[in-house]
């Protein structure tokens, strides 16, 4: 980590500083209010430190305040006369004869009442100019509120950070990408105050809660806090009336919390004066009034200061003040159960943690609901608490350790209900989680053996289907899922594990006006069942909208999971970040997938195991860093996919045949791209995924294929929605050379929303009209593709870079061309491309005629040169 904190730039308030602080101006300074610790002395020092003028800083302080111009003293000398007007005329003498200057008084609330009426002469005469910060909230002078309300000052009012400020400046700092959850919570925390932010970082690098994996940097475990912003903020502690610091205690411990179980703890006026001191804040949620921390930080402060016993005693109390108050709530028994965990209570009810740890999980809270599980198992816990420690090991990366806790109970002891629920898991872990789908096969026939009963049967169905649909049967995963959801009253489970093999093979077969009422159903037992399945689950239904050309429904389905996440923990956060990468990519937002997939695998991709419903992530990120260029980047994870591709995940084959010919293009071998994308088509279509093999063609049409068109039109009689219909007439107007349908091609697309696709239309037409010399045409798309492809970050696919400085080369002689210009030699690329090395000399030959250059040095040097003016 540097050493010193940059500055985040305040340019309009810096501004206005300036100006403030020009003689002759109508105001002779400024006033900076704000919080504490908000950057208005850090500003005023950094204007100042500007200027040609003298400048004289003083602070205010307590001790001071008793003391007639105490924090002038130093500046007027000794006092000539015991009478105010004579001593105050003698130091305003005093400050003039030193010559024009800028006077700089720090926390002028803190003032004496002479040294006040000094600087309120010195504004009146305009004899200096003056920079003042007065903290919020702070009773001040008159004479220095009068500066502000009379004009004589400007009075700028220092607002906290943007959550964007917050992360631009932690970023500078640590020199690397911050994950948004974590932003998120550091942000909160701190409540954009730029003092407590940087203890915060501080702290939490300090506590090692604060890593970096995988280059990104992620918050993990509680906020920590530095000691000096610790001792800072303890000041303020040490003046708490004792029933008010025994509020905040109990608060610090279990925050939010219901008022009248605080006041029971404490008096109802320790929590009104806490309120009144500003500490706490209290709002309503329902018929209740819940007291929470004014700020987050002070919580911590407030906890950092008690010890264990104390601590234990508190939590007991709070135990038994809870335990008597209903528990019909996830959130109830969540927070009973965490408290008990570290309390002095004796014996803990089992049932509670069992309860506590199952609705951590169907809330997608993992690390705490293994918490409650391995607690419950401790205390004599069997099978069922077993299933839910298995369930948070899975989650959380540990499938062996799942395995190995469930494999020592036979399905055939357990009873149906209990085998169902075990036996259901292990496959589900055994096929996603650990990528073995041969063994999950066994397992899920053992299930089959063991379950019999009508409600139950219908789960190991579902599940099934979910398998049937990794590995690309999707009639199968259909057929499976329709039986289950047209069953009588499916149990949550089996409705959850149906809709999850029903919404994704019918988004991939191009039936996405089929997803929505499964969707609906979906949503109705995913409460009961866990959250974290929600998340891999719901790219079914973000790509059945997705597919067909319905963005705004799409974004409204992420960010409902999205939402969802927010309640959860990290890991929910990072899976949801696939669903909302996958809208992103749709929308053409390259810059956005990546740094989000980037943050998401971070989390998820461990070095042992990655789980097969994540490789939908590796395909976003490797199209988004093809699209903006990044051929090598985008190499490395095409690689980390090909790794972890297997019968697990069959069903991603074409897709990922997508991604391999977007990689080809980026690295300008667009022969190959457009060979690899339809490869992906004929896959596609063989395993009944139209909708892919649309996507699969329109990208080969983008690429310059002019022979799609054709299969492209039956597909939009085939695939729900108005975007393949959009993909036909785009392939027809490139193979029929027709620059004005491009361009209408184009403002559809953008229409829709699908910016990648408008932006290659658009360039596309550029290039048709530049061959027919339509100047005023050609120069009209080309500005479109440019506007286009800026407002997605900077694009720079193969349509994008041929229109923003065409070569007259043949396509295979432009990608011969750039691979000579990425180094490889003759040999090389030959062998990349599967040609002889003959055939490769003669397309060099050629370009070097048709560029009038001699060798392929100049052939690199032009090719290096178009790509530094291309987007």
Known sequence: MQGTWPLIEREQEFR???????????????????????????????????????????????????????????????????????????????LLAQGDTIIGVDDAHLLDELSATLLHQLAIDRAVQIVATVRSGEAVPDAVTSLWKDNHLIRITLSPFTKEQSVDLIESVLGGQLEEHSADRMWEASGGNALFLRHLVEGARAARTLRQVNGVWQLRGRAAITSELASLLAGRVEQLQPDVLAALKYLSLCEPLDIDVLSDLTSEEAVEQAEIDGL??????????????????????????????????????LVRALDSRPKDTPAARIRLADLALESD?????????????????????????????????????????????????????????????????????????????????????????????????????????????????????????????????????????????????????????????????????????????????????????????????????????????????????????????????????????????????????????????????????????????????????????????????????????????????????????????????????????????????QQAREAGQFAVEAESLHTAARFGDTTVADRLAELSGVVDGPLVGLYARHARASADGDGVELDLCAADFEKLGYLLSAADSAAQASVLHDNASHRSATVASAAMADRISASCGGLRTPALVRAAQPLPLTTREREIANLVAAGLSNKQIAERLVVSVRTVEGHIYRACVKLDVTDRADIAAILTQQRAVSP
């Not at 500003?43 to 001071?64: F, I, K, P, Q």
Request: aromatic share 6%.
């Open 280 to 317: 706490v804040r209290i709002a309503r949620d329902g018929r209740s009034l819940n007291v929470s921390f004014h700020h987050p930080l002070f919580g911590e402060v407030i906890r950092h200061g008690l010890g264990l016993a104390s601590s234990r005693r508190l939590r007991g109390a």
């Open 16 to 94: 206005t500083i300036q100006s403030a602080l020009n003689p002759g101006g109508s105001v002779c300074g400024v006033v900076l209010t704000g919080d504490s610790g908000v950057g208005k002395t850090t500003l005023a020092r950094l204007v100042t430190s500007g200027t040609d003028t003298g400048v004289r800083w003083v602070a205010g302080t307590e001790s001071a305040r008793s003391i007639p111009l105490g924090v002038f003293a130093h500046l007027v000398g000794p006092a000539v006369s015991s009478d105010p007007v004579t001593y105050l005329s003698a130091a305003r003498e005093s």
């Open 345 to 681: 209570v004796g014996a803990i009810d089992p049932s509670l943690l069992g309860s506590a740890a199952r609705d951590a999980l169907n809330l997608a809270q993992v690390p705490m609901g293994e918490r409650f599980a391995r607690a419950a198992i401790a205390d004599g816990g069997g099978p069922d608490e077993a299933e839910l420690l298995a369930r948070a090991l899975m989650w959380q990366a540990r499938p062996d350790q799942a395995e190995q806790l469930l494999a020592q109970y036979r399905l055939a002891d357990l009873g149906e209900v209990r085998a169902t629920r075990i036996g259901v898991l292990r496959v589900g872990n055994m096929f996603w989680a650990m990528g073995d789908s041969k063994r999950a096969d066994e397992l899920l026939d053992e299930v089959r053996a063991c379950v019999t009963e009508p409600l139950l049967t219908p789960i190991v169905d579902a599940i099934g289907s979910a398998c049937a649909l990794f590995e690309n049967d999707l009639a199968r995963a259909v057929e499976l899922s329709d039986d289950v959801l047209a069953a009588s009253s499916p149990l949550p489970w089996a409705v959850e594990w149906a809709a999850f093999g029903g919404m994704l093979a019918r988004a991939l077969q191009g039936h996405g006006d089929d997803v929505a009422p499964l969707a609906a159903q979906a949503r109705d037992a995913e409460a009961k069942t866990d959250g974290m399945l929600r998340f891999p689950a719901g790219i079914g239904e973000v790509l059945s909208l997705t597919l067909t050309g319905h963005l705004d429904e799409a974004q409204v389905a992420a960010q409902r999971y999205a939402t969802f996440a927010d309640t959860a923990q990290y890991l929910g956060w990072a899976m949801a970040g696939e669903l909302v990468a996958a809208v992103d990519l749709a929308r053409g937002r390259c810059t956005a997938v990546t740094r989000r997939i980037e943050q998401t695998l971070a989390t998820l991709d461990t070095d042992e195991y990655s789980a097969t419903w994540n490789f939908p992530a590796y395909l976003f990120l490797i199209e988004s860093l093809s699209a903006m260029g990044l051929a090598d980047e985008a190499d490395i994870a095409l690689a980390r996919a090909g790794e972890h591709y297997g019968r697990q995940v069959a069903v991603f084959g074409p897709m990922l045949g997508v991604a391999a010919a977007w990689q080809a293009a980026s690295a300008g071998m667009i022969t190959t791209a457009i060979a690899l994308a339809n490869d992906a088509a």
